[in-house]
């Protein structure tokens, strides 16, 4: 009997992400490692239908933006004076920012005309997501990794797996 994904199980996956158009949001370069049982290492929807799979096994999991990166929220963009800023600001920049959400990690999106406009969506918030993944390895967590909630070894000293998706 070959082994099945269940809870406190460190899981291997090959996977890609795409859009539903089929365009390449991450090609999976890594393989996404993460222990599996509610460590939040996954998106809960992913977890939910890896659970029971085994070795082998490839799914499709589309996930809608709640389900991943949220819904996008106009009220986290907003449009600064340049001055606010340092004189080396570019596009793509990010910052973090303290409100009564607690932090909030920004991005400047646009450069004008002695203005910048900062966003505080994550970069897929909005975004329907659709995981294409294999399980190609399944193995007990260390006690270590079951105290600390997340995968040690690898390359890294820890890997998270919902972070390797940018």
Do not use: W
């Not at 291997?12 to 890594?30: A, E, F, H, K, S």
């Amino acid at each position: 009997m070959s082994e099945k994904i269940a809870k406190n199980c460190v899981i291997t996956l090959d996977y890609t992400v795409t859009d539903p158009d089929g365009t390449v949001i991450d090609d999976g370069r890594r393989p996404l490692v993460y222990l599996h049982g509610g460590y939040d290492g996954i998106f809960p929807k992913l977890e939910e239908a890896l659970h029971g799979k085994e070795i082998g096994q490839n799914l499709k999991v589309k996930l809608q933006p709640e389900e991943a990166f949220g819904d996008y929220d106009e009220s986290l963009v907003a449009v600064e004076d340049a001055e606010m800023f340092p004189e080396d600001a570019e596009i793509g920049m990010a910052f973090e920012r303290v409100s009564d959400a607690g932090e909030v990690l920004y991005r400047i999106t646009e450069i004008a005309d002695g203005k910048i406009v900062v966003d505080g969506n994550h970069p897929l918030a909005g975004v329907a997501l659709v995981f294409d993944m294999t399980v190609t390895d399944i193995r007990p967590a260390s006690a270590e990794e079951l105290a600390h909630g997340h995968v040690h070894g690898g390359d890294d000293d820890h890997e998270h797996g919902k972070h390797l998706v940018h």
